[in-house]
């Protein structure tokens, strides 16, 4: 309790301190009462919100959220992270260009990305016919949804991880070099773990990402229904009362999945 009055007097006396609070509290507020509202509502109506629980359908749709986008994650991982490490440690003519165009998906309306990587990945062209010769395809698929999610989210990644490895100090690979460590050496016992936290708020960045998307995986594959197209649809179809308490299973499972996240990360 005095911590809190400490913290409290400190706020009133500092005139700048004082205001930013007041300015920040608006957009704090902004964000958690639309939340609060909806977790309010659903709890107004227990029976149709535990029904929602228990329905397979949403059930299914929230695990196919939240493992697609992990799979999205761990192939971002893979490619992004040697990307991001090139991009930290080179200068080369167009690499601002380079930059830009890793950024773009986050820029463009994301139904618009989804219609260019149908251009791509669809049936009719050569990648997704390719892929067809050997029983993969991306429409209407769970590869269709892996890859919608990795495209709209990867940048995320990329940008986190490449801050993370710009801030590791060079001389500490040179050194590590001239005592005879390999390249590859260097990287996974001195720059890699040096980044590891900005890496690691990337990768839950792009998961984020990857389980809010809705835009991109309904162009490309809208079944099977990801949680966010499931809820879209009810709404569509049962209006806001059988929407709702699928926003508010969401919301819960967002918060409970991201406390946990950051704990882990705190502790290490």
Known sequence: MNRI????????????????????LVIFFFIVVPLGKMLISSAEEPALFWTTVLDREVAAAIWLTLYTALIATIVGFIFGIPLAYFLARHEFFGKKLVEGLINVPIVIPHTAAGIALLFVFGRSFAVGRAFGSIGISFVDSTAGIVIAMLFVSVPFLIDSAKEGFKKVDVRLERVARTLGASPWQVFTHISFPLAKQSIVAGNIMMWARGISEFGAVIILAYHPMTAPILLFQRFEAFGLDHARPIAAILIIVSVLIFVILRMLVSRR
């Open 5 to 24: 009055l400490r913290i409290v007097r400190y706020i009133v006396s500092n005139k700048l301190t004082f205001t930013f609070f007041l300015l920040g």
